[in-house]
């Protein structure tokens, strides 16, 4: 929700709860059908591949300016970090960091940037004349 508002996208929360809905719900079919249909790794390609291709186009809609970002975020933290830390079941805690990591470092970047737009220009009216003397 903090990068859509601060990527000037309207009205943030609803996107935020499709997103994370979505999300929720592609993991759980996940969970109900990797054992039933065609094994984890078919699963995931049927219906985790293309719901999230799907978000991440959807982002890139939404936000216009930081989308391309947001959808790399989103495949980064709702794809890859998930899967690796499942393969690597010592280092979890460690994936766990380094997705806070690249979230902090993304938001910060994010605020630094809006920072820099917002800052006032000095008109020139403000800025006194030089006296004729």
Do not use: K
């Amino acid at each position: 929700m903090l990068a859509l508002t601060l990527a000037a996208v309207h009205h943030a929360v609803p996107p935020t709860n499709l997103f994370s809905t979505s999300v929720t719900f592609g993991y759980g079919l996940l969970a109900d059908f990797s054992d039933l249909l065609f094994g984890f790794w078919r699963t995931a390609a049927l219906i985790l591949l293309p719901l999230f291709l799907l978000l991440a186009w959807l982002l890139m809609r939404a936000a216009q300016q930081m989308g391309r970002w947001l959808a790399a975020q989103l495949l980064l933290f709702g794809v890859v970090f998930p899967y690796v830390a499942g393969l690597d079941a010592s280092r979890q805690t460690l994936y766990l960091d380094l997705c806070g990591l690249f979230f902090f470092g993304f938001m910060a970047w994010l605020l630094a940037t809006r920072a820099e737009q917002r800052e006032p220009q000095p008109s020139p009216a403000a800025t006194p004349s030089p006296v004729n003397g």
